[in-house]
């Protein structure tokens, strides 16, 4: 069945590093993807998406390609801030299989001044 | 901005007890889910609705689990003999659209804790 990879955690930046968080997927046909972002006490949010290969999706200074070679959706941000501080998760839909997700595990971003 | 809410934000029962997580969708959505985490891992699907019936389901959601939408603005998981191992987190989403672009908006989520 479809899988989702992703780093485990927690990443610990300092304030204006640069941010990559990994993650891979396994699924049959195209899939579409997504990375989400959960702040603590909320709700999970899309950040961003992409529909087809090399697409990239982008929002809020990060980005992610869709690269079918290599069957990754790497989120990555040039300079994180504390406000980033979250998890993230990356996720995927198969379109040959209805509407629900399929999630990977999550990495905790900590982002220190 | 319109959103998804769940209530309670926390829940504890004991073991065999029913339990109702409450969800409202944002207003105009036509498709919800319901999604669980256990704390440590994945966040699973595990059912979506849509008019007003089962439209997919995992294998988590075996004869214990039904949902409902019992009006035009709640929509609910009941859970009829709860177990140890059905303490998770479970999230709530609607959306408007299916395919790609129909973006899944979520809400805070319950914490349901089985003693």
């Known amino acids: 069945g479809d899988s989702v990879t992703q780093m485990e955690g927690p990443v610990t930046l300092s304030e204006e590093a640069f941010l990559t968080i990994n993650c891979t997927y396994t699924?049959?046909?195209?899939?579409?993807l997504f990375w989400y972002v959960q702040y603590p006490g909320e709700g999970l949010q899309l950040l961003l998406k992409?529909?087809?290969?090399?697409d990239k999706g982008s929002n809020k200074g990060f980005e992610a390609t869709y690269r079918k070679e290599t069957t990754s959706f790497h989120l990555e941000k040039g300079s994180v801030q504390v406000s980033d501080s979250a998890v993230y998760f990356c996720a995927l839909k198969n379109n040959n299989a209805g509407n629900m997700l399929t999630f990977g595990g999550g990495t905790r971003l900590m982002v220190k001044p | 901005e319109p959103e998804v809410t769940q209530t309670p934000s926390h829940q504890v029962t004991q073991m065999g007890q029913e339990v109702i997580l409450r969800c409202v969708p944002i207003s105009n959505h036509l498709y919800f889910y319901w999604y669980r985490q256990i704390l440590g891992q994945k966040v699973e699907f595990l059912v979506s609705?849509?008019?007003?019936?089962?439209?997919?389901k995992s294998e988590i959601f075996d004869d214990q689990f039904s949902v409902e939408r019992p009006d035009g603005s709640n929509f609910t998981l009941k859970i009829r003999s709860t177990k140890l191992e059905d303490s998770a987190m479970y999230f709530c989403a609607s959306s408007d659209l299916q395919g790609a672009s129909g973006e899944q908006y979520f809400g805070p989520g319950t914490r349901l804790t089985v003693t």
């Open positions: 699924a049959t046909g195209y899939p579409s």
């Open positions: 609705f849509y008019n007003n019936e089962i439209s997919e």
């Open positions: 992409a529909t087809k290969a090399d």
